[in-house]
């Protein structure tokens, strides 16, 4: 059995690219597969629904309290994910090197720990309202590696600040850094799933999104 509720949906079946989809907390992956195919109408989706219940709220590693992160347990819990998206992407012939990482909030910062321990996990990354509140981990295979961030301007727990740290830290790594700052908080907007599309489009993952990106709150 998997260790991780997911979905799956091939696309129209021309497209290489997967985007591999991470929920914010309280979020699905239903609803975050709809962001998904907003932004990539063409590409295939895999969309991982984390496996920690928080009183009701689906989570990708546990918390100690609201603003401390249960540490140990996110680099447990981002073995065991590796791992499984490994799997998974072989399971349906998709090649990891065209595989885009989206994550949000508690999805992003689960997706950041990847990034910096398993760069050549994924072809790239996208980081919406991350935290890291830990040292990143050095690792030359971080060179060259694209990667998204964005977040609100007014955003209490990812803050302006915390993402040009991020960004700082990942351009010296070598990476490719790209950021969007919006005006708002913590909310996921319709300009950062446009981004996001323009960005994959930019780089050559897919075609330009065609369709209107939607509102939403994961």
Do not use: C
């Not at 994550?103 to 997706?111: C, D, F, I, P, V």
């Amino acid at each position: 059995m998997d260790p991780y509720e997911h979905m799956y949906d091939a696309g129209d079946g021309n497209d290489a690219t997967t985007l591999v989809l991470l929920h914010g907390s309280g979020g699905d992956a239903a609803h975050f597969m709809r962001m998904g195919r907003m932004a990539a109408p063409h590409a295939a989706l895999l969309a991982v629904e984390g496996n920690v219940d928080e009183q009701g709220m689906a989570r990708f590693y546990r918390r100690v309290s609201a603003d401390e992160y249960d540490l140990e347990d996110l680099f447990d819990r981002a073995i065991a994910l590796s791992g499984f998206l490994t799997d998974v992407l072989s399971r349906h012939g998709r090649d990891p090197s065209r595989a885009v990482g989206v994550g949000y909030t508690n999805g992003a910062n689960m997706l950041a720990y990847l990034l910096f321990s398993r760069p050549q996990l994924l072809g790239g990354y996208v980081l919406m309202h991350p935290t890291v509140p830990y040292k990143p981990i050095a690792n030359e295979g971080i060179a060259r590696k694209p990667v998204l961030i964005t977040a609100g301007t007014d955003d209490p727990v990812a803050t302006e600040d915390n993402v040009r740290n991020l960004q700082s830290w990942l351009e010296g790594q070598g990476a490719n850094v790209d950021v969007m700052m919006h005006d708002g908080k913590r909310e996921l907007r319709d300009e950062e799933v446009e981004r996001l599309s323009a960005w994959l489009d930019q780089l050559g993952f897919v075609d330009r999104a065609r369709s209107r990106a939607m509102s939403t709150e994961v």
